[in-house]
């Protein structure tokens, strides 16, 4: 059954979803790497596609920008589509001083300043951790790719536009990255008993005022959607 948010009918969506955050991207993934890729979503223009990669059905869909969106989305994925697998494929900002633009971030865990995991109602402060099998598997394919990588902790952030300057006081805790979106997809695959990882590259490093300009984040970024693909084969 369609949801609000998606048209697809259950069996259109692959059990592995690669999300970008912005629609063009997935359509450029899907028209670049899928062999018979077909639409299964347009509702809001938050595109979704489904087609083969090594033999592998995967599908790849838009999550739009922050948690709430992809809260929705992930959610909907895991819970009415039965999808197994969400892989996370975006950009994000360069806290260490070490990360460099290009450099290919996982999210081991994701800090957040987001009150997301209040709907669970813990007795406790939830970290929202990736799937440790994602993880390998994709560390794996980016050491056989040569990318220059990093594993560890980043941070999903409400606010772009943060007024406090808060980013050093992350920098101090070894912090990798800022994003807006791992967080919540780790909670709802958590709660969903699926599994979720981020794998995002490095548009911008915000403490050292150095950006990448936005054609290049939509479609450039091609080892990290080629570490994603590489990781859903067989799943």
Same mark, same amino acid.
């Given at each position: 059954?369609?949801?609000? =948010?998606?048209? $697809?009918?259950?069996?259109?969506? $692959?059990? +592995?979803?690669?999300?970008?955050?912005?629609?063009?991207?997935?359509?450029?993934?899907?028209?670049?790497?899928?062999?018979?890729?077909?639409?299964?979503?347009?509702?809001?223009?938050?595109?979704?596609? +489904?087609?083969?990669? #090594?033999?592998?059905?995967?599908?790849?869909?838009?999550?739009?920008?922050?948690?709430? !969106?992809? /809260?929705?989305?992930?959610?909907?994925?895991?819970?009415?589509?039965?999808?197994?697998?969400?892989?996370?494929?975006? %950009?994000? /900002?360069?806290?260490?001083?070490?990360?460099?633009?290009?450099?290919?971030?996982?999210?081991?865990?994701?800090?957040?300043?987001?009150?997301? &995991?209040?709907?669970?109602?813990?007795?406790? +402060?939830?970290?929202? +951790?990736? !799937?440790?099998?994602?993880? #390998?598997?994709?560390?794996?394919?980016?050491?056989?790719?040569?990318?220059?990588? =990093?594993?560890?902790?980043?941070?999903?952030?409400? %606010?772009?536009?943060?007024?406090?300057?808060?980013?050093?006081?992350?920098?101090?805790?070894?912090?990798?990255?800022?994003?807006?979106? &791992?967080? &919540?997809?780790?909670?709802?695959? $958590?709660?969903?008993?699926?599994? &979720?990882?981020? *794998?995002? %590259?490095?548009?911008?490093?915000?403490?050292?005022? *150095?950006?990448?300009?936005?054609?290049?984040?939509?479609?450039?970024?091609?080892?990290?959607?080629?570490?994603?693909?590489?990781?859903?084969?067989?799943?």
């Amino acid at each position: 059954m369609p949801t609000p =948010h998606n048209n $697809a009918q259950k069996g259109d969506i $692959a059990k +592995t979803v690669l999300m970008p955050g912005d629609p063009l991207r997935a359509k450029f993934i899907a028209e670049t790497y899928l062999d018979d890729p077909v639409c299964y979503n347009n509702v809001r223009g938050m595109l979704g596609f +489904t087609g083969k990669y #090594k033999g592998t059905e995967v599908s790849v869909q838009g999550s739009g920008m922050g948690m709430p !969106s992809i /809260g929705i989305y992930s959610w909907e994925l895991y819970n009415e589509y039965d999808v197994e697998n969400i892989i996370r494929i975006g %950009t994000i /900002g360069a806290i260490a001083d070490f990360v460099n633009p290009r450099d290919v971030i996982f999210g081991m865990g994701a800090c957040t300043n987001s009150g997301y &995991a209040a709907q669970y109602r813990l007795p406790g +402060t939830y970290a929202p +951790t990736a !799937s440790y099998e994602l993880l #390998k598997k994709a560390v794996e394919n980016a050491e056989k790719l040569g990318a220059v990588y =990093h594993v560890g902790n980043i941070l999903s952030s409400d %606010t772009f536009y943060d007024d406090a300057n808060s980013l050093a006081q992350w920098q101090k805790m070894n912090v990798l990255g800022v994003e807006m979106e &791992a967080a &919540a997809l780790y909670m709802n695959g $958590a709660r969903a008993g699926k599994n &979720a990882l981020c *794998i995002a %590259t490095v548009s911008d490093c915000p403490l050292r005022n *150095i950006s990448l300009p936005a054609e290049e984040r939509q479609t450039s970024f091609t080892q990290m959607m080629e570490i994603a693909l590489e990781t859903a084969v067989g799943l």
